[in-house]
């Protein structure tokens, strides 16, 4: 099986691959995993590391994405 997990590294994440993961999560309730394997998912909270250095960033990209997709429901 893949991996879902990103290592905790102190690179910058990279929000152009965040943001389709996020909202492939969200509208499809999947995640594809860094070998490209297709995953169910079901979650209710979403956990934003503090080690790469763009860390809010990805949190204010997480927000809007998350409140956009809240939005859209009926």
Do not use: W, Y
């Amino acid at each position: 099986g893949g991996s879902l997990i990103t290592p905790r590294v102190q690179s910058a994440i990279a929000l152009t691959l965040a943001e389709p993961r996020m909202r492939g999560a969200l509208t499809r309730r999947e995640l594809v995993a860094v070998d490209g394997t297709v995953r169910p998912v079901d979650f209710d909270t979403v956990c934003i590391h503090p080690d790469p250095p763009n860390a809010r960033d990805v949190a204010a990209l997480m927000r809007r994405i998350i409140d956009t997709h809240s939005k859209s429901l009926p």
